[in-house]
């Protein structure tokens, strides 16, 4: 474990760690790779299996892809994030651990959604004060498993890596924190799912509290 010196802060992945949204990500992605193969922007014989939304959006940049078409492909995710967040809960223990947590370490959140989005649903479901520092793709210069928008909070902190730590329930957010060199804790996934795709976690977690306790166990305030 990283010897970690004050102040800590704690940056967390927003969907299905914080929040229990509905947005279906596997149709997000097929609609955002029919609209790029139609356009020559991605073949249409991809196997989806080994691509996000983002990486696919990333290519497709990289292949030229030019700034109206990339608003356009946007709109799409847009849309179905705004379904997906409509009504969108928390995740069981979300508000004790923030609780337990704020005042005592800078939050921050990262998030492939729109800002505009995620600051919406943070405020519906109450809990967007607890946060210093929300980073949504717009703050990004890529979205993740890029580095860029844990980056971004570095940025914005002047906190350095070694003194964050970051949470997250997918692989992508891992391989973007770890690459910025900050220490990951994957939530809900096993630590053999995260190495399968590359990710190596200081530890694992399947209830949001098990963090908290997990930081008094270790000595970290």
Do not use: C
């Amino acid at each position: 474990m990283t010897a970690y010196t004050m102040p800590l802060g704690i940056i967390f992945d927003m969907d299905n760690t914080l929040l229990r949204s509905h947005i279906d990500f596997p149709a997000m992605k097929r609609e955002v790779h029919a609209w790029l193969a139609a356009r020559a922007f991605a073949a249409a014989s991809l196997d989806l299996n080994r691509y996000t939304t983002s990486m696919l959006i990333e290519e497709a940049k990289q292949a030229g892809m030019s700034a109206g078409d990339y608003e356009a492909v946007m709109r799409i995710t847009a849309e179905h994030e705004v379904r997906g967040m409509a009504g969108a809960g928390l995740e069981p223990g979300a508000v004790e651990l923030l609780d337990a947590l704020h005042g005592r370490y800078m939050l921050a959140i990262v998030t492939n959604n729109a800002e505009q989005a995620a600051e919406r649903a943070l405020t519906e479901t109450g809990i967007i004060d607890r946060f210093t520092i929300i980073v949504g793709r717009e703050s990004m210069q890529a979205m993740k498993p890029s580095p860029s928008g844990y980056e971004t909070v570095l940025r914005q902190s002047g906190i350095s890596a070694s003194e964050w730590l970051s949470v997250g329930d997918s692989w992508i957010d891992g391989k973007g924190s770890v690459d910025a060199g900050i220490a990951f804790i994957s939530y809900g996934t096993t630590l053999e799912a995260m190495r399968s795709r590359g990710v190596e976690p200081i530890h694992s977690i399947e209830e949001l509290m098990e963090l908290d306790r997990w930081l008094s166990r270790i000595g970290v305030k």
